[in-house]
């Protein structure tokens, strides 16, 4: 007798899990160290974080290419992977022979995190789209787009100034951090790296370690950021990108485009100590 239908997720589960494991790694895992390590360059100056903000802009026309290709659509997918993994469309038996209950859980939850945070994060710096319709009539409206690549370390500093941001902002790179880091050791079980306990140990230790580290490089980034954002450095950060802009718009690099640079900031944005904090 004939059993219940297999759905197409269950019989594509080997593959399925695989592509999942490898899109959170590459290119998701990997973008995640470049961005929070670029981000971090705020703490060598504004100057040092501008000129890599214009490195990745230099692409042009292709940027929104390259940002979807790479980076949004893989997202997208390791996300609704992981849904249907948790909601049990995909067969998940394999997870608890590998791990404490506590990490897997962890692994779950900081997903689900990691995921509201990464759209909250795009549509408040960038807005989701580069249209200006969508700019001007729906991001920049409900708060989104803050960030001005021409006046990178200054607006985002801005943007980071409210407490209660600053503190989501932690949560949120805390879950990337680790969903990256347990999961490239859940990934080398998968991919059949290493298998015998004593490897697992030694990877799970080696693992813990690349997060830690990479979470002190995203929460200094943030540190760094919202320092540059008020008093005096908002004001040098100011003058700086506006030297660097005008230096780069007379050399021919980059043609003037008014709405990649932040409004002058107000008399209130220069003050030492501010209410948001």
């Known amino acids: 007798m004939d059993g219940p239908p297999v759905s197409f997720l269950a019989r594509h589960e080997f593959v399925i899990r695989r592509l ?9 895992g990997a973008y995640l160290v470049v961005h929070l390590a670029t981000n971090a360059s705020v ?42 993994i948790v909601a049990g469309a995909v067969p998940n038996n394999t997870v608890y022979r590998y791990g404490a209950n506590w990490r897997y859980t962890l692994q779950r939850w900081t997903g689900m995190i990691a995921f509201v945070f990464i759209m ?48 989501l902002y932690a949560v949120g790179i805390l879950a990337c951090v680790y969903h990256l880091a347990n999961g490239i050791w859940t990934m080398g079980i998968t991919w059949g790296v290493w298998t015998s306990p004593r490897a697992q140990a030694w990877a799970l230790k080696v693992c813990g ?25 908002l004001q040098q950060a100011r003058e700086i990108e506006q030297r660097m802009y005008d230096s780069r718009v007379e050399l021919g690099e980059i043609t003037p485009h008014e709405h990649k640079r932040a409004p002058e900031p107000t008399t209130e944005d220069f003050t030492t ?5």
């Open 20 to 28: 999942h494991s490898l899109s959170g790694l590459v290119p998701v």
């Open 43 to 84: 703490l060598n100056g504004p100057a040092s974080f501008q000129s890599n903000v214009y490195k990745i802009h230099s692409l042009g026309v292709l940027l929104p290419l390259v940002e979807w290709t790479f980076i949004f659509i893989p997202i997208l997918f390791h996300a609704i992977v992981g849904v249907m």
């Open 120 to 167: 909250w994060h795009v549509f408040q710096m960038h807005g989701w789209f580069h249209s200006e319709w969508w700019l001007k009539n729906v991001a920049e409206p409900y708060g989104g787009a803050e960030f001005h690549p021409y006046s990178a370390a200054s607006s985002a500093g801005l943007a980071l100034q409210n407490a209660v941001v600053a503190v």
């Open 209 to 233: 370690v690349f997060g830690v580290l990479l979470a002190i490089v995203g929460l200094s980034a943030l540190g760094g950021m919202r320092d540059v954002g008020r008093g005096e450095a």
């Open 273 to 277: 100590e501010q209410t948001a904090n």
